[in-house]
């Protein structure tokens, strides 16, 4: 299996701004759900069309409309033309293998994410794409599939709990942004689990699969970094641009959030060297062994060799052989071979070999 | 075979400003072609000399005047003294050793590009340069030779496909760019599909071919970030200087295709790493596989050496041994030998070595 | 046991600014402790509950509160309605898993720092968060436990010794944080006194669990990195942003621990280089030690391989070997053993090997 | 020999301002030659001594004095004195250990490059310095000895070819400087030349004095790029500061010759990293070869040493052993052995070892 | 020995601008020494206090005054109040781990360097901290202990040489460091006569000791790297403040001795770099050898242990062994031992081992 996420890239040569899906293909139909509220109400409902989404956006108060499954073109296309958005953030949406960014419209903000899960059979990272599109009054989310990390900000939405509901359509978005960087943190300590036993196995017993632990867990950190960097970059980026979009009262909860996927970065550099140093110590752990290896082939060897030796003399079958037929001959050589023996053994243990 | 791209200098020491072809040397002959065009009509021709070209600048529209073939300086000379060129730009577009970079000069900007490709048989990376002159209303392009990345560019302006026809001259350019930069994720698809499987092979079966295929690969993306690395600088400047052949509802289609060159960027980097690591790893693997040897090694020789010790002992020929005349004498010794073998399997399965 | 400092995350998906504790588990009971003092007075009192802070604010003169034990959120809360504290601040104060930084607010400034200690029993590194809240006269410091490094700014405090007694709530702050960096020094030395053996024994006497040791130091130093970056960077934003709640007398002092920070990093990127070259130096031991095993037995082997062959020869049983009967023959075959036993040895002393 | 250059300083001590010729002595004499030229007329000249410059300082036109040996000390002072130059800038010119560089002072430029070249004999790169004094109606050009990359310049002064002819002191200094850059380019293809066997002998047939070898190369181009990097600094700087003796159209010329410096950097960047990539695949590519080293012997070992035992077993000379004295004992051993032997193979084989 | 700095900390927590002497502890009783000039006269005297100094503040002239040894704090505090330094300043002076680094207070400039020393008896570099107050007419310097590299200043004082007399006590400082400065050459040429003959060794004859030297070398590069990078920093900064205290006419020269900062930190580089390198290639020069010793291992092995092979199965005692009592047996056994022989030569001369 592929690692990385899922990066083909269309035919090439497209016109810029034509729309086609790029990312894992899906069967299952796309689905729209809105929430529109105020300080007072709020009113959550699955769509069945675009068109529905027209209605909702006469009304006062934020309205966010989630788009789950980016595969069905169409629907992307309709809620362009609805909103009125430009032909290439329409392209950036539809095509999955977009870093992490921010880009200023005129009269809207375009922020692109990665959201980070965790394939539940095989342990791999997979990344969603989340685009969302911020206007003055409504927030548009597209996801790759259903299931995502936004529950807890819809349960805040319908039992009005912390101050979402008092705030407008920029502290949905940062919401849901951080949302997305929170649930980092858990895969964080899922990367944490896997690195803790392998330090202990390298250094006490280094298995040939651990190398192989140890690769996946250095790709993941490159995938993971390189879903990261931008977003701290884009985050950055809003903070000092000041755009009009983002109110001031939103702006230390962007802080707040940066700050985050700051702390998110350093905690994986940390593992990076970590592994890094952990690939190291491996090799010099399997040179022990090899040595410990040699050492008692090199004994049993230095040993035996000789005495084997003096035994293969006396038997050679020379007529003329004065020894062969003394009565303490053989006891002698055996004794010989005893002192050669014990010899050996010292010089051995004094080499600290034994 | 060179890897790198033909970089060999001319006889360094020649007045600054004289052309001469730096490159492969080639014998096909220079192929001019132009598409002269507005919203409502396309003209398209394969010229036979330079100066047909003057006849086309007199009519309104984009005109684009493609040049197959820069090994006839001629030719180029022609171009330079119609457009009235600056010699060192005329230097540049014959020198195929340039590196990517963008630069201004009175009444028109001068765009070099590599255009990178897999030779169909070696599956080698070469690099041809892409020379652009962007003036108001023309854009020349100068490749090395036919067979190019602009096919569906030439294909929207006969169809009237997206808006091309539409945009001026420096749309045209931003599209040639364009393609080229479309034609790197080609090339990433390529490598990962050679990473892929030395991932595999290097942890399960690390044979010494694989070592080439590493270097080979670190090689190409050496050679690929250095010609992506200065596209990225090039675009990033265009953006920042707004110049004002870069009409403004260009602009964001010039972000685009930056954007799409740091995603190629980052796409090598994390390849870069990952390779990096596949040495560390097919190191570490070999180191293993050698462990392995010299256990085996160990293992049969500690069991029988020893054991070849003791027939040796009995197979001395004093007159005086008493064991030899023993009735079961050979049968014990043949347990002690047993007793021993037996001994040794079970202190090489304790240090898990069987 | 984990070195790296707890950070498990809450429960994603809290609201932002929700209190939770973040840390780890403690029992012991919170404790709040005041000192009041001006030039003339100085007043130190610990508080049984948070309440009583309230009518220490209406004196004049500087007001320290220390809080230990953060666990206790209703504690923390407190203090914050008391002091009018935005609730992230209250959030991060609360979870310890924040890095170092400095955060403006109207009329306050927030600062994360870590203390680094050493737990006795197993000699390992732990940081503990302390949150300082600067208002223009109160100093409240928060401490996951008892136990700290500011025992001699209380010293100072009660003696009236230094200056801090005549200057405002900044000096204080900067005494805390003082105290915290030159902490840090007694950590390199502890650190210091664990490289040098290590770079002793890793020339002269390789073992493996040095490996171990190589290792968790470097862990330590990646760890003690992460905490004191930010820890600069936040004082060289104080430096430059000159906040009017830093009276222009205590920049001087700013500076000086500024510097200090910058003299601990310095110390720990040496410390790391030394490391990382141990690491090669440790290999490079055990090659050269494995060296002088292999050219042992290779010894051992080349010089009694072939004599035993020679000794085997004369063992066969054939009817017809005339040497057999010969008078000299044994002696005649000892001497050429001998021979070659010399001639071996000649030739390994000449490579050296003996 | 000592590859980098010669950088001994002299008796450390002396007053700033000091002129101390530091360097290769040389016994040559100092050689100085004139060019006036200006569009019309040239004039060149080897001249004496350095009193006969002060009446080529009277006329128009543009004045190259070209000095050939600084090791004359009193030469260059009186050049000194002669053009009024700071007796720092005297210091950097005797002295040839500088790094590249550029200095404004009133009413000159100093410029330092680094000219490379090979020592035909050894191969080894040597680096000297060349010192340009720039006025506006004068360039002094300082050379360690006879022998450099001017000619091509002289040639098209002497023949009017090019422009530089027409052009001021400023162009000349920029041919200057481009002829040296220029050569750069000569010895990078010199490098690759170097490399390209290298890379093919490391993975094929990995002898040690290969290693040599890719040292050699490594420090060379550790050296190259201390050269370079320092000049496109000095380059950049030159750009960037638009000084008045440098007139506008000299600059696009500078901002060709700054190109070529990157370019030639970059190709060293991948020079090095192609080579330290070489560095392990040759130490991999040695682990490979022991590898197939110790399967044969292991091999070898594997299968004879069991043998060896048998035979030793029936070679004792115990009185009863009964299969001695079978009729088909010695053909049934001979089979056991056979089909040891056999077995081994198979074992081996599928094991690939063999 | 330690071979980083003295850097032991005092008690950590006491009151800032606490003065403690830190660094080596030293007997010798403090000398100070003034110098009293302006360009007609120079005054030269060893005073016995500190008052002394008093009287010599009152005339015109550059005022020098140099204190050997520091730990006797009193001194230091006594100038301190006499010249009405700042006590953090007084605490650097007193504290010889400072860094390098510049700092401005009203009325004066306070720098500190590093001067490098070797040690003559163990070879070992030490560093001493020279700390220089500079006011309008007066240049304090503190230094650990007698014997400096300020002689050739003192000689250019006393023989107004140079232009030293002429010029104010902001040129006397800039003649100290530079002095400073200067001195690294020395120790760079030290350095280098130690990394010339591991380059020679390391790849001719590796031995175990070299690993030392190595380590040694590196941990002192990393020690002067650490001395000369705020020095850099800290000449950079001087440069671009244009602190009134440095008069205009010094600016070139102060520029000067940044360059040679700069030229001693590239030298130092490189030195790492190639260091580094042999690092690297001692490693595979170690593999290198033991794959010649295990080729020679492998080739006796391999020969003898078949030979040892076939004279055991003729050393075989079983009674019906028909070709013992052949006529030829002996002579073709040996024939075909010495054919197995000549063939395993043939193979490993094809193989390149022999």
Not at 24 to 52: C, H, P
Not at 283 to 290: C, K
């Amino acid at each position: 299996m592929r690692r990385t996420p899922s990066r083909r890239h269309p035919e090439t040569g497209l016109a810029p701004g034509t729309l086609v899906h790029v990312g894992q293909r899906r069967t299952e139909s796309t689905k729209i759900t809105v929430f529109q509220y105020d300080a007072a109400n709020v009113q959550e409902r699955e769509l069945t069309g675009v068109e529905e989404c027209r209605e909702y956006t006469k009304y006062a108060g934020v309205l966010w409309i989630n788009i789950d499954g980016i595969h069905d073109i169409s629907v992307v296309e309709s809620i362009g033309r609805l909103f009125d958005i430009h032909p290439l953030v329409m392209e950036d949406i539809a095509n999955t293998g977009q870093r992490p960014k921010i880009e200023e419209y005129d009269g809207y903000l375009f922020v692109i994410a990665k959201m980070i899960y965790e394939v539940a059979e095989t342990k791999q990272l997979r990344s969603e794409q989340v685009s969302i599109v911020l206007t003055p009054r409504v927030v548009i989310s597209f996801q790759e599939q259903e299931g995502d990390v936004f529950d807890p900000v819809r349960e805040r939405l319908r039992t009005a709990k912390g101050i979402v509901r008092q705030r407008g359509s920029d502290y949905l978005a940062y919401c849901l942004v951080d949302a997305i960087v929170d649930h980092y943190f858990l895969i964080m300590e899922n990367l944490e689990d896997r690195i803790f036993p392998l330090e202990e196995q390298v250094v006490d017993d280094p298995q040939p699969q651990v190398l192989k632990s140890m690769h996946l867990l250095k790709s993941d950190l490159v995938f993971l970094r390189r879903s990261l960097w931008p977003l701290r970059e884009m985050l950055g980026r809003l903070d000092r641009d000041r755009h009009p979009l983002i109110r001031k009262d939103t702006r230390p909860f962007l802080r707040d959030v940066q700050d985050h996927t700051i702390q998110v970065i350093e905690m994986l550099e940390s593992f990076q060297e970590i592994v890094s140093g952990l690939m190291d110590v491996h090799l010099t752990s399997i040179s022990n062994r090899m040595n410990n290896v040699m050492k008692l082939l090199t004994v049993i060897a230095t040993i035996f060799i000789p005495l084997t030796f003096i035994a293969g003399v006396y038997g050679m079958n020379f007529k003329h052989m004065p020894e062969l037929a003394w009565r303490w001959g053989y006891p002698a050589v055996l004794g010989v071979m005893l002192l050669v023996f014990i010899g050996m053994l010292i010089f051995f243990r004094r080499k600290k070999w034994l």
